[in-house]
Every structure is written in C-alpha cells, then in structure tokens.
C-alpha cells in the first residue's frame, strides 16, 4: 500500500499567521492518465471530514480561498493564508492514484 | 445537494455481524458515474478504506484486502441507498464508521458517521 506521511503531526499556529502542511507519499501519485489524485480534508472537532482541495490543488466549492494546495509527484502541501479560529481541527492528505485508497496520519492544527 | 444518513446500531457483539445502512438523497445509488464508499476511524488505524460498490451497466464491487474474506456492501435501489456488513467482528473493528460519495478518484460527501463498539 502507498503510505501517506504528513509533518507535522500538531501545528500550533497564532491567528492571522499562515500554516503550512505537508504530505509525502511512499510512491509516485501521477496517474497513468496525467492526473494526480491528492486530496486534502478537514476534520473539526465532532464533525465528519470534509474536502478542501482535490487533484492537488483545485479548491471545492464554498473552500475560503485562503486554503491552496500544491506539489507534484511524491511532495504535497496544504497552506493557509492566513488562519482563522474556525480552521482548527485535524487536516489529512489521501490519495486515490494506487488501489487501496490511503490517508495520512493527520496533522492537528490549533491556536497558540 | 447531495446529503447521506446512516442508520444502524451502535454497538455489536464479538464475532457477529457489524450492519450500517446509507441513505443517499440528492444523487441515485445507480449513477454511473459515482461510487458509494465505506471508510472507517478509529485512533489506533486512523482513516481506512474498506471498500464501494458501483454501477457501469451492471454493479461492481471493490474491497480492502484486510477486510476482503469479512465484507459485503450491497446497493438497494429499491430504497436508494447502499449497506454495509461486516462479518466475525472483534473489538479492533471498533471505530467510527462513514459512508462517503466517490467521484473522479476522491471522496466529496460523507455521512455524520456512525460509532459502533464491539463488545460483549
């Protein structure tokens, strides 16, 4: 299976500030058709994941545009602008390029 | 707006049967161009995928190897919706369980999630 590492593992971050989040992945994610099948998802506090980004870096609808995501073959990153209260909780990578499907570990972001 | 509600019990006896059902509103079950999902979360695994079924002219199932000898997902479109067992649990099932929308290889929507406990 592809393992999907994230660092770190607990972000503390001051409001305002940007974060920056990265996902390294024990293979190649660039897909026989081109494509690049990484997707980020948040997670609050009591709440089911949600997606933020897919194919590295396309935003979903209703995404603040302070979250973008980038990177290319093993080397991805999710980065907030600027962060605000409501971005705390636990953000994860997954990719979907080799079967099975696998996440990363997750990476807890809360305010300093 | 595509919504999934799951229903089942929350908790299950060892070596029984673990059974989740996903109600799909906003979407159809036979859409040949989505897959329905089953993931699970626990502290100790973290996120894991156990398995879909989709339909491209007739249905097709993939599962997780580790889950491979113990699952069925069956979709009901009778009722639009799709279900989950999971057979000889123990308690390293115990975990939250989510049903989750696939579509050109990601996962947009997702279920509220469903504990189940497995304990006698």
């Known amino acids: 299976d592809v393992v999907m590492t994230q660092s770190p593992l607990s972000l503390p971050v001051t409001l305002g500030q940007p974060a920056s989040i990265s996902c390294r992945s024990s293979?190649?994610?660039?897909?026989?058709?081109?494509?690049?099948?990484l997707s980020w998802f948040q997670q609050r506090p009591g709440q089911s994941p949600r997606r933020l980004i897919y194919?590295?870096?396309n935003r979903d609808s209703g995404v603040p545009d302070r979250f973008s995501g980038s990177g290319s073959g093993t080397d991805f990153t999710l980065r907030i602008s600027r962060v605000e209260a409501e971005d705390v909780g636990v953000y994860y990578c997954?990719?979907?390029?080799?079967?099975?499907?696998?996440f990363g570990q997750g990476t807890k972001v809360e305010i300093k | 707006q595509v919504q999934l509600q799951q229903s089942g019990p929350g908790l299950v006896k060892p070596s029984q049967t673990l059974s989740l059902t996903c109600a799909i509103s906003?979407?159809?079950?036979?859409?040949?161009?989505?897959?329905w999902n089953w993931i699970r979360q626990s502290p100790s695994r973290g996120l894991e995928w156990l398995g879909r079924?989709?339909?491209?002219?007739?249905?097709?199932?993939d599962y997780a190897i580790f889950v491979k000898s113990r699952i069925t997902i069956n979709p009901d479109t009778s009722k639009n919706q799709f279900s989950l067992q999971l057979n000889s649990v123990t308690p390293e099932d115990t975990a939250v369980y989510y049903c989750?929308?696939?579509?050109?290889?990601?996962?947009?929507?997702w279920g509220q999630g469903t504990l189940v406990t497995v304990s006698s």
């Open positions: 989750v929308r696939g579509v050109d290889s990601s996962l947009d929507y």
């Open positions: 906003g979407d159809s079950v036979s859409s040949n161009i989505v897959a």
């Open positions: 079924t989709y339909y491209r002219s007739k249905w097709y199932n």
């Open positions: 293979q190649s994610l660039v897909y026989s058709d081109g494509n690049t099948h």
């Open positions: 194919k590295v870096s």
């Open positions: 997954m990719q979907a390029t080799h079967w099975p499907w696998t």
